[in-house]
C-alpha cells in the first residue's frame, strides 16, 4: 500500500529507532512470574515487545543503547531502583528521554512516607492508627520528654515503624519500652518513625477482618491478608457484595485522590493496608506501598492470588496502551 491512510491513527509515536513497548527492571528474583504473566497477556494486544533488565545486564550492549536513546521506549516500570541505586542512571536517563515512567519516583516517594500521609488521611476522614511521629535518631538520637509524654500515652505493647519502610521492614510489633522505642531508630537512623497503636481485629466468618486492597491503573480490588500469618485468601463473589467491601473500595480511592492532591498525579499502582477492629471501623494500618508483593499464590503458600497478579497485569497492559507515545 502506498500513501497514507487518513483514517489510520494509533496511539504509538512512529520512530526508526528500535521500539520496546514496556521495560521492566527489576532486583527481586520473585518478580520473574509477575514478566512472564505479563509477557503471556500482552499476546494480541498493542504490547508486542516487553523486555526486562536486572544487573547482570547493567554492563552490556543492551544497557549502553538503552542509557544513550538509541533504543525507544515508550514506557518503564521500575520495580529495581529503590533497592539498588545501580538502576538510577537508567532511570535518569529514560525520563530524558521522555519515556512514560510508571510510578515516578518523586511522587512515591511523597506518597509513601507515612510521616506525612499520616496527617493528610486524617485531613480526608480516614481513620488511623493513634499515632506518634518520632524523630530519626540522626536529629535526635536521645528521645526528648516531649515525646517521651507522647509515648506514654500510647497503650502497651505498641508498634514501632520506620516512617519510609516497606514489607514489614523495620517494624517492631510489640513495643513495651520507651527507651527500646528510642534506641531501635538507629535502625534506620536517617528516617523519621512511627508509635502506633496496636490495632485488634474483629473476627468475620472465622476470618481476622485485615485486608489488602489495592489501586492500579484506575482499578480498585481488595483481598483478605492475614497479617499474624501473612497469607492472602480472595474475597468470595458473596465478599464482594458486602458493604464492608465497598467501604475497603472507597477508602482504597480515597487514598487514592489524597495523593494526587498531595504531589500533583495519582501514583500509577499502590497497595494499602486496611483492618475492622471491634466497633466495626475501618482503619487503615499501613497507608501507602508502591512495590506491592505480585508472586502468585499457585507458586508462593504467601502469595497473592493469581487472580488478582493477572488482572494486574492487564490493567498495566491496558494502560500502557492507552497512554505511552
Same mark, same amino acid.
Given at each position: 500500500m502506498t500513501g497514507e491512510d487518513p483514517t489510520f491513527s494509533t496511539n504509538f509515536q512512529i520512530t526508526s529507532k528500535p521500539v520496546i513497548d514496556l521495560l521492566i527492571a527489576w532486583d527481586?528474583?520473585?518478580?520473574?512470574?509477575?514478566?512472564?504473566? @505479563?509477557? !503471556?497477556? #500482552?499476546?494480541?494486544? =498493542?504490547?508486542?515487545k516487553i523486555e526486562d533488565i536486572t544487573v547482570y545486564d547493567l554492563d552490556g550492549e543492551f544497557y549502553q543503547r538503552l542509557?544513550?536513546?538509541?533504543?525507544?521506549?515508550?514506557?518503564? @516500570?521500575? !520495580?529495581? #531502583?529503590?533497592?539498588? =541505586?545501580?538502576?538510577?542512571?537508567?532511570?535518569?536517563?529514560?525520563?530524558?528521554?521522555?519515556?512514560?515512567?510508571?510510578?515516578?519516583?518523586e511522587v512515591s516517594s511523597k506518597a509513601c512516607d507515612k510521616s506525612q500521609m499520616h496527617y493528610k488521611l486524617i485531613d480526608a476522614g480516614i481513620h488511623v492508627p493513634n499515632s506518634v511521629i518520632l524523630p530519626s535518631f540522626d536529629h535526635m538520637p536521645k528521645l526528648d520528654e516531649?515525646?517521651?509524654?507522647?509515648?506514654?500515652?500510647?497503650?502497651?505493647?505498641?508498634?514501632?515503624k520506620p516512617a519510609n519502610g516497606g514489607g514489614g521492614e523495620g517494624v517492631h510489633r510489640f513495643v513495651r519500652s520507651l527507651d527500646y522505642?528510642?534506641?531501635?531508630?538507629?535502625?534506620?537512623?536517617?528516617?523519621?518513625?512511627?508509635?502506633?497503636?496496636?490495632?485488634?481485629?474483629?473476627?468475620?466468618?472465622?476470618?481476622?477482618?485485615?485486608f489488602r486492597a489495592y489501586s492500579f491503573f484506575g482499578r480498585f480490588d481488595a483481598v483478605w491478608w492475614n497479617d499474624e500469618t501473612k497469607i492472602y485468601k480472595s474475597p468470595s463473589a458473596q465478599d464482594r457484595n458486602e458493604p464492608w467491601f465497598q467501604?475497603?473500595?472507597h477508602?482504597?480511592?480515597?487514598?487514592?485522590?489524597?495523593?494526587?492532591?498531595?504531589?500533583?498525579k495519582r501514583l500509577d499502582y499502590f497497595s494499602t493496608e486496611i483492618a475492622m477492629d471491634k466497633h466495626d471501623q475501618f482503619i487503615v494500618i499501613d497507608y501507602v506501598n508502591d512495590q506491592i508483593d505480585l508472586r502468585p499464590k499457585s507458586k508462593h503458600f504467601d502469595g497473592v492470588p493469581d487472580g488478582l497478579v493477572e488482572e494486574v497485569a492487564m490493567a498495566l497492559i491496558d494502560f500502557i496502551s492507552k497512554t505511552s507515545n
Open positions: 527481586w528474583e520473585f518478580d520473574l512470574d509477575f514478566i512472564n504473566t @505479563l509477557k !503471556r497477556k #500482552s499476546k494480541d494486544t =498493542p504490547l508486542k542509557i544513550h536513546h538509541e533504543i525507544h521506549v515508550r514506557a518503564f @516500570l521500575d !520495580r529495581a #531502583s529503590d533497592a539498588n =541505586p545501580q538502576f538510577l542512571p537508567l532511570y535518569k536517563s529514560l525520563c530524558d528521554s521522555g519515556t512514560q515512567i510508571i510510578n515516578p519516583i516531649y515525646h517521651l509524654s507522647k509515648l506514654r500515652h500510647l497503650p502497651s505493647p505498641f508498634i514501632l522505642a528510642s534506641q531501635a531508630r538507629k535502625e534506620w537512623a536517617w528516617d523519621r518513625y512511627l508509635a502506633q497503636e496496636k490495632i485488634v481485629p474483629r473476627f468475620l466468618s472465622g476470618s481476622r477482618c485485615w467501604v475497603l473500595i477508602i482504597t480511592k480515597t487514598i487514592s485522590e489524597v495523593i494526587e492532591q498531595a504531589t500533583g
